[in-house]
């Protein structure tokens, strides 16, 4: 490779000839090429936001300590869940207590799903279009985003179609936070302070990041052809500097 027969060049004996201060420079930058060629994680957004598979691809599933999903497993189904007037697929649980002190104000129980993603530094946008759909139910659901296993962001239904009748109501969870380089954990739990039985339905769709944070970065190829021409640089410096006269 160019890079590798560059080093050769600055180890071999007549480089050992050049003035000290002109070794020294190469040295120094040899070393800061050295610097980028450290590997260094890619950005990379999330897996299946928008559910396109037709399951949880890319998701990881979790439940509270008495919480559950639902009585059925949660499914990828289409809705409207943010009533543009377009169904698309979207995730459907069903939460609520499977154990303990079910109802009458317990604590809020359910669960939701989570991932894990590498960003850059920089500023992240999270947002995600959530729904409840119910009858007759005084809780239809406490969403809250959690980023690093901190809460972002909340949005409580509180009781759903009381006045009779199949009911849906929408909303948006979003946040925005600075972010170091590596890798993140978000969340979405979804809760309610009743059991499974008769459950309004929640849903999720469109989980979509964004931001400076997952700005493209250089690829490999490209830091290799930044040292190749660093190095190139000095030692055509050094040869007319070393050049008599």
């Known amino acids: 490779m160019a890079i590798d027969r560059a080093f050769r060049r600055l180890l071999s004996p ?6 000290a201060r002109i070794r020294r420079r190469i040295v120094s930058i040899a070393s800061a090429v050295g610097l980028l ?12 936001g928008d559910f396109e598979t037709g399951d949880l691809t ?8 008495h919480g559950g999903l639902g009585s059925e497993p949660p499914a990828v ?5 943010n009533g543009d007037g377009i169904a698309s697929n979207a995730a459907r649980f069903q939460v609520g207590q499977v ?7 317990a604590p809020q129980e359910g669960g939701g799903v989570l991932q894990s993603f590498v960003t850059g530094a920089g500023e992240l946008l999270i947002s995600v279009d959530i729904a409840a759909e119910g009858a007759s139910n005084a809780s239809a659901g406490l969403f809250s985003l959690l980023f690093d296993h ?7 239904f509180g009781d759903i179609g009381l006045s009779g009748g199949l009911t ?15 890798s993140h954990e978000m969340e979405i739990l979804m809760t309610r302070g009743a059991g499974i039985g008769g459950t309004p339905y929640q849903y999720l769709d469109d989980v979509i990041v964004s931001g400076s944070a997952l700005s493209p970065v250089p690829e490999p190829s490209s830091i290799t052809l930044l040292g190749v021409g660093l190095l190139i640089t000095a030692l055509s410096r050094s040869r007319r500097a070393a050049a008599p006269g």
């Open 168 to 182: 849906i109501e929408r909303s948006t969870l979003s946040a925005s936070t600075m972010v170091t380089a590596g």
């Open 77 to 81: 189904v289409l809705f409207d869940t």
């Open 150 to 156: 901190v809460v972002v962001d909340t949005h409580d």
């Open 14 to 19: 007549a480089a050992e000839r050049r003035p």
């Open 37 to 48: 060629m450290i590997p260094v994680p890619a950005s990379a957004g999330l897996i299946n």
């Open 58 to 65: 890319g998701w990881t599933t979790f439940v509270t300590l």
């Open 99 to 105: 154990s303990g002190n079910i109802g009458g104000g």
